[in-house]
């Protein structure tokens, strides 16, 4: 008979023991170095978390601009988070529609369900009333391209508004590609060419005037919880900071290597794979450090560091038995620590079912506090290096990563293989081998597909936020407000410079959109100068 | 009708469609195709407003509506309420996703299938067939 082949679930073999020889050549030399050198194997910086430990970094937001400004403070003041992230609702805010759009109103239920609903800038100062701009790291939301223009210029206005100069603002964009054209196309989108051009200005802008903010943020996470596998993730990432990279250079307004730090703080998946993700994460910083080294030149060690955003996997926690993903979140959290994350969002236990409620977002503070202090994991860096097995998952997905780099380079680099629907198909295969193997029972899920019970005696409910239409009303009433009482010509002029800036790539388009929102341009008049500037992005898609 | 049983019914027509703007396919994307796989002719209508649900659904002469849901389970009745102004009450649906567990006797209650994350592909796919009449060994493809 023949003995089943284990293997990851991105495909990687499994041996029963690991020795001296499973660790590859260039991982040997690589451990030599200690963390904070180059290629950083062994972790960001040299002191990890004695000096600074990761940042507690959650997802949260719902309901309206009040709501949203008193689960900040909630987090911040009382549950001792140390950065603030703004989410927003994907409905309005991703698509970029007023409250009043056609296909908005008849889903108006939805509104606030994924995120904070807001109609212009005024929203946002009251999102962020009595919160110490100066001294936060924050991400003001912005998770695809065409909401960032409108929200980091939002957060930037509201910042400017009381005082403070944008130098003194700590945070990161985001404007992530997976996110949009790969794991959640939305109903309309600008095409990727337009949203490529944004985020140059967003990274020249911030490189000139904003020393401590990240200006994008590349998400393998999406890549990864779309279906992408660990060393399809990690090829993919490579290619689309390439591209960012290869069009700089071309714009040839910012060096290269001042830039390549900004482009360094991405963003990783770990999910139940959770040898092979912290894996992944020594590797991702490898190979960021070679390719900088290798395919730019960039001798400085210190531009070429990665750091590192985990997000742990949404969609490991299940519907089924819910407090199991507290488990869940925990193990995925470690491994991530032991990945040498800088920061750390952990997936509320309630995830499948509904956005955080209250509790599900403290426990997922909990669970990194706890690890934070109770368990010893902040006094020695890079506590997996060295092991046979772990280092050899290291060049194994190394290797393989690479392998996926190239080929995205062949069939013409990041921008064609979301185009052709490539990384789509990737996905797709993917997530059909994971749905196969649930069905069969080989890919086991507590709770799920073994060890079942009838009667279940865990359930939780949902947090839905405001009842009904609640959150939509009040929105509606604060787009009328706004309409009502802002100056209507200031407005009307800025979106039509908008629109000419946004005509003409050669000028930086983010002081227009900075103008737009001043002028109390709503989201949705922003969003309609982008689509009939750009149209929409054709989505490629197989199902 | 012939004496060895029913004739084979022509396959199933099924919309698959969102009802929320969230834009995760994920799902959908598994679920349409083990349908396809099991026989059905499926029609996916990407994410549609609760109006465009039923005007689609005639259009396309479905025997069967699948709606994936990433929001609230108002936006759902309201695809439902839809469908029974535009005459199309008889056609069965059933949907999957983040349903909230409180929400679920609404729609059962309408005798709508609630098939959350995690539910099995077969168990998906047997009841489309019984909400078809397909579920006799004669369909099976």
């Given amino acids: 008979m023949i003995e089943h082949q284990p293997e990851t679930t991105s495909g990687i073999p499994l041996k029963l023991l690991y020795g001296p020889d499973d660790v590859p050549a260039d991982i040997r030399e690589a451990l030599g170095a200690p963390p904070g050198r180059a290629p950083y194997l062994r972790g960001a910086y040299p002191r990890m978390y ?39 609702d994907r409905m309005t805010d991703d698509h970029l529609y007023d409250v009043d759009h056609p296909e908005i109103v008849e889903r108006r239920e939805d509104v606030g369900l994924t995120g904070t609903v807001t109609v212009g800038l005024r929203d946002y100062e009251t999102i962020l009333s009595d919160l110490p701009l100066d001294s936060i790291y924050a991400k003001p939301g912005g998770g695809v391209p065409q909401s960032a223009v409108y929200t980091l210029p939002s957060y930037w206005s509201v910042a400017a508004r009381r005082g403070i100069p944008l130098e003194k603002l700590a945070g990161t964009g985001q404007s992530d590609f997976f996110l949009t054209y790969l794991g959640c196309p939305t109903k309309e989108q600008i095409p990727p060419e337009a949203a490529i051009r944004f985020n140059l200005d967003l990274i020249e802008w911030c490189s000139e005037r904003m020393p401590r903010w990240v200006p994008v943020s590349i998400a393998g996470y999406n890549a990864a919880d779309s279906g992408l596998s ?34 360094g703080g991405m963003n990783f998946r770990v999910s139940m794979e959770v040898f092979e993700d912290a894996a992944k994460l020594r590797a991702a910083r490898k190979m960021w450090s070679d390719l900088l080294g290798q395919r730019y030149g960039i001798t400085d060690e210190k531009a070429r560091q990665m750091r590192i955003h985990v997000v742990t996997a949404g969609s490991a926690m299940t519907y089924q038995e819910p407090f199991n993903n507290i488990v869940r979140g925990t193990l995925m959290a470690l491994f991530s620590v032991l990945g040498g994350t800088q920061s750390l969002g952990v997936s509320g236990y309630d995830e499948a079912m509904s956005i955080p409620s209250d509790h599900a977002h403290l426990m997922s503070i909990r669970i990194q506090q706890i690890l934070q202090n109770e368990i010893n994991l902040r006094e020695v860096a890079d506590p997996l290096g060295g092991s046979y097995y772990v280092e050899s998952l290291t060049g194994e997905l190394e290797e393989r990563g690479w392998e996926f780099f190239r080929q995205i380079q062949d069939r013409g680099g990041f921008l064609a293989v979301l185009d052709d629907g490539f990384l ?24 799920v597909n ?50 000419e800036v946004c005509r003409n790539d050669s000028v930086n388009a983010i002081p227009a959109f900075m103008e737009a929102v001043s002028a109390d341009a709503s989201i949705g008049e922003i969003g309609s100068v982008l689509r009939e500037t750009f149209g929409d992005w054709q989505v490629p898609i197989s199902v | 009708m012939s004496e060895f049983g029913p004739s084979p019914l ?19 994307a598994v679920v349409a195709r083990a349908l396809r796989e099991a026989g059905f002719e499926v029609i996916l209508g990407g994410m549609l407003r609760p109006s465009e649900m039923a005007s689609v659904a005639a259009a396309e002469d479905v025997d069967l509506v699948g709606i994936n849901v990433g929001g609230r389970v108002e936006v759902v009745e309201r695809a439902l309420d839809e469908m029974e102004a535009a005459g199309l009450g008889d056609v ?13 006797p609404r729609l059962t209650d309408r005798g709508v299938g609630v098939f959350p994350p995690g539910s099995s592909l077969s168990a998906i796919v047997d009841e489309a067939r019984r909400l078809t009449g397909r579920d006799s060994p004669a369909h099976r493809v």
């Fill in chain 1, 50 to 88: 004695r000096d600074r430990p990761w940042r507690i970094f959650q997802l949260s937001g719902y309901g309206n601009p009040e709501d949203m400004n008193e689960r900040l403070k909630f987090l911040l003041f009382e549950a001792g988070e140390t950065g603030i992230i703004i989410k927003h």
């Fill in chain 1, 230 to 263: 660990a060393h399809q993730e990690l090829g993919a990432v490579m290619a689309n900071a390439v591209q960012y990279l290869d069009m700089i250079a071309a714009r040839g307004k910012v060096d290269v290597e001042r830039l390549a730090h900004r482009i």
């Fill in chain 1, 424 to 447: 789509l198909e990737c996905a797709e295969e993917n997530n059909q081998r994971i749905a196969v193997g649930m069905e069969s029972g080989e890919r086991a899920i507590v709770g």
């Fill in chain 1, 450 to 499: 073994t060890h079942t019970i009838d009667d279940p005696i865990m359930e939780v409910e949902a947090f839905e936020g405001r009842s009904g239409a609640e959150t939509w009303e009040m929105a509606m009433e604060r787009l009328a407000d706004l309409r009502r009482t802002r100056h209507g010509r200031g407005a009307v002029e800025a979106l039509r410079n908008l629109e």
């Fill in chain 2, 10 to 28: 022509p396959p199933a027509r099924v919309l698959v469609a969102k009802s929320s703007l969230d834009g995760h396919w994920r799902g959908v």
């Fill in chain 2, 92 to 104: 069965p649906v059933f949907v999957g996703g983040t349903v909230p567990p409180q929400a679920v």
